[in-house]
């Protein structure tokens, strides 16, 4: 099963600031995936990533958001003006060596007041 | 595109007891099952999945069964313990292998000691 750490564990911002969310897997991945929880719902799909370049994305995936791997190996999601509604739990997941399988990391807890 | 709906939305049971957790899918295309456990504060962790050309698997106390002609797929726990407590999400993979994961909303289990 591959690793994968989330920084930071909690981030706390005012509405209209930036903020970067960074995923650190195992080194040689290819495909991530960004994934939000709101508090109490259920886990949705934002981007997967492939070979340096968005592969899906969904309607959640506006202008706001944009993800890159600036180094090779951390992996990460920028919102560029935080509202209120971005307040949620935000998970990276990388496939798994078996086909399909993706694991998560134990994500970042995104507060936006 | 793909929609999961997830049943009962949360779920009480005397340790020992079995639970069963239910999903049903809207694209026929989907060919890839799995389901997470989330504890507090944690990530989704990966306990089973099953594929679309098999019917069961199973895994120690945890079993997963599908019906591709109905759309649905169920996970069964059998000799609950409280220590199975948490929320479960049934997800259905669209796109390939690669492709991002739909979740059904999760149940809350509690296993009663």
């Known amino acids: 099963e591959p690793e994968v750490t989330q920084t930071p564990s909690h981030q706390v911002t005012q509405m209209g600031q930036e903020v970067i969310l960074r995923c650190v897997p195992i080194s040689n991945h290819l495909y991530f995936y960004w994934y939000r929880q709101i508090l109490g719902q259920k886990v949705e799909f934002l981007v997967s990533f492939y070979n340096n370049e968005i592969s899906e994305k969904s309607e959640i995936f506006d202008d706001q958001f944009s993800v890159e791997r600036p180094d090779g190996s951390n992996f990460t999601l920028k919102i560029r003006s935080t509202k209120l509604e971005d307040s949620a739990m935000y998970f990276c997941a990388t496939l798994g060596s078996s086909y399909n399988e993706q694991f998560f990391g134990p994500g970042t807890r995104l507060t936006v007041l | 595109g793909e929609n999961v709906e997830q049943h009962p939305s949360t779920l009480s049971v005397q340790e020992g007891d079995s639970a069963v957790i239910k999903c049903t899918y809207s694209d026929s295309a989907s060919n890839y099952f799995p389901w997470y456990k989330q504890e507090l504060g944690k990530g989704p962790q990966l306990i089973i999945d099953?594929?679309?050309?098999?019917g069961e698997k199973k895994d120690q106390r945890i079993a997963v069964t599908l019906n591709k002609t109905a759309k649905h797929f169920s996970l069964h726990i059998t000799e609950t313990q409280p220590e199975d407590s948490a929320v479960y999400f049934c997800a259905a993979q669209g796109g390939g292998s690669q492709g991002n994961l739909i979740f059904g909303k999760g149940t809350k289990l509690s296993v009663k000691p």
């Open positions: 099953i594929r679309s050309n098999v």
